[in-house]
């Protein structure tokens, strides 16, 4: 009987947990990205992951927060591609207060199934860079130009000529307007505090998918962060111009250690994992590389004052221009705000990487001026006692040797027990005189 009891009492706990499960699988899910800092590959990386597990989930939309100043083109055109052909809705929400969807983010904003803004925050200047960092000039400006209209009336073309202008006028002045002009302008759907109140502004939102229009059921949703990976986060940490210069400058450095002092393995393997992490934030980020140049000069006058010491001229000089180098890499002036290195960061670094040759070359120079400590040279000027001596040759004791030893023509004679000094070394005899 009592077996009976805890039988029926398990297939009612069963029973209990499936229905649960059932319940929670027909509940409508939202997957919540959320994308902040440049547009670069990793975020790419990122939003394609997000895509696939919606997906793959069956979830009733996709909601990626988005806050970022812009970035990469290309990136950007990918992504747009990745939101269009989603099978699942995708929500572009410029979130949270304060936020900004800038340059390449305006554009992403636009190509959202549906898109919203929360308050205080700012969308627009979209106008493009090329991958130098330099202004767009004539013929290609107006290209590229036109390449990016065209697409941003695609994308809106449906919100209404006022939208349409707005757009265009995004790209070709880098207006930028606020989350109220944004939505009387008809660019986007809605202005809404918070995730929540998103959702409650989304249930019964019309979206025009490929396959047709959909009717969105946010009503009792249940929502799922999916955060950024580990690898997602080095390589957008990588693209960031304060990292990428420090891996450059550590680098360089370290195998410059290297080649002076060869035999180790550490030095080398350090500075070769720095610059190939370095050349792939570079790659990415817009970068002017006719700074390398300066860079690179730097580094040769800090070895060449090692080599052939100035007295601290060359390295002073080699500051210079490691200082120069990194400036015009990374900050030319059409470069983005967001994309530029610290002014301070590269001063201190090249202070510092200075002081660290200078020390080497103080280092080289001691080393120059210090008595011989090595071979038959070093005997001389060294002291010691006479074991025996007869007349004008015996042997002397210096430490725990024992030498043969000539009186040299200067000193006085010399008897058993006396000290002596060392003047000079002939063969494997030693010249002395009493001292």
């Known amino acids: 009987m009592k077996l009976i009891r805890i039988t029926l009492l398990t297939l009612l706990l069963a029973l209990g947990f499936s229905s649960l499960a059932r319940a929670q699988s027909d509940e409508p899910l939202a997957i919540i990205l959320t994308a902040e800092g440049p547009i670069m590959p990793p975020m790419l990386e990122y939003f394609q992951r997000g895509i696939e597990t919606a997906e793959q989930r069956n979830a009733e939309l996709l909601i990626i927060e988005l806050n970022t100043p812009g970035g990469s083109v290309d990136t950007m055109l990918?992504?747009?591609?990745?939101?269009?052909?989603?099978?699942?809705?995708?929500?572009?929400?410029?979130?949270?207060?304060?936020?900004?969807?800038?340059?390449?983010?305006?554009?992403?904003?636009?190509?959202?199934?549906?898109?919203?803004?929360?308050?205080?925050?700012?969308?627009?200047?979209?106008?493009?860079?090329?991958?130098?960092?330099?202004?767009?000039?004539?013929?290609?400006?107006?290209?590229?130009?036109?390449?990016?209209?065209?697409?941003?009336?695609?994308?809106?073309?449906?919100?209404?000529?006022?939208?349409?202008?707005?757009?265009?006028?995004?790209?070709?002045?880098?207006?930028?307007?606020?989350a109220k002009e944004a939505l009387e302008a008809k660019l986007i759907d809605f202005i809404a505090d918070d995730t929540e109140d998103l959702l409650q502004s989304l249930d019964g939102f019309k979206v025009k998918m490929e396959n047709g229009e959909r009717t969105l059921n946010t009503e009792n949703i249940r929502t799922e962060n999916l955060e950024i990976s580990f690898i997602e986060q080095l390589l957008l940490l990588l693209t960031d111009p304060n990292i990428a210069f420090l891996l450059?400058?550590?680098?360089?450095?370290?195998?410059?250690?290297?080649?002076?002092?060869?035999?180790?393995?550490?030095?080398?393997?350090?500075?070769?994992?720095?610059?190939?992490?370095?050349?792939?934030?570079?790659?990415?980020?817009?970068?002017?590389?006719?700074?390398?140049?300066?860079?690179?000069?730097?580094?040769?006058?800090?070895?060449?004052?090692?080599?052939?010491?100035?007295?601290?001229?060359?390295?002073?000089?080699?500051?210079?221009?490691?200082?120069?180098?990194?400036?015009?890499?990374?900050?030319?002036?059409?470069?983005?705000?967001?994309?530029?290195?610290?002014?301070?960061?590269?001063?201190?670094?090249?202070?510092?990487?200075?002081?660290?040759?200078?020390?080497?070359?103080?280092?080289?120079?001691?080393?120059?001026?210090?008595?011989?400590?090595?071979?038959?040279e070093s005997m001389v000027g060294k002291t010691g006692t006479v074991r025996t001596f007869d007349r004008d040759s015996g042997q002397v004791q210096l430490g725990s040797e024992l030498w043969s030893a000539e009186k040299s023509p200067e000193s006085e004679p010399i008897g058993k027990g006396d000290h002596i000094e060392v003047v000079e070394v002939r063969g494997l005899r030693l010249i002395v005189k009493k001292k």
């Open 78 to 178: 990918d992504i747009i591609q990745n939101i269009r052909s989603s099978k699942v809705p995708v929500v572009v929400y410029v979130a949270p207060k304060n936020a900004i969807a800038g340059s390449a983010g305006a554009l992403i904003t636009m190509a959202g199934h549906a898109s919203a803004m929360a308050p205080d925050t700012v969308i627009g200047a979209a106008s493009p860079i090329q991958s130098s960092g330099e202004n767009i000039q004539s013929t290609l400006e107006s290209k590229v130009k036109e390449t990016l209209k065209a697409k941003a009336r695609s994308l809106v073309e449906d919100r209404g000529e006022e939208a349409v202008k707005l757009a265009e006028a995004m790209i070709d002045d880098a207006t930028a307007v606020t």
């Open 248 to 376: 450059l400058a550590i680098g360089v450095q370290a195998i410059l250690i290297e080649i002076s002092s060869p035999g180790g393995w550490v030095a080398g393997f350090i500075g070769a994992v720095c610059l190939t992490l370095a050349i792939y934030g570079m790659g990415v980020l817009t970068v002017n590389w006719f700074g390398l140049i300066f860079l690179l000069i730097a580094f040769v006058l800090f070895i060449l004052d090692i080599k052939a010491p100035t007295h601290g001229a060359l390295t002073t000089a080699g500051v210079a221009s490691f200082i120069v180098g990194a400036l015009v890499l990374f900050n030319s002036p059409s470069t983005p705000q967001f994309q530029r290195v610290s002014v301070p960061l590269v001063i201190g670094m090249g202070i510092f990487l200075g002081l660290v040759f200078f020390g080497i070359l103080l280092i080289a120079l001691r080393a120059q001026h210090r008595p011989v400590w090595t071979g038959s």
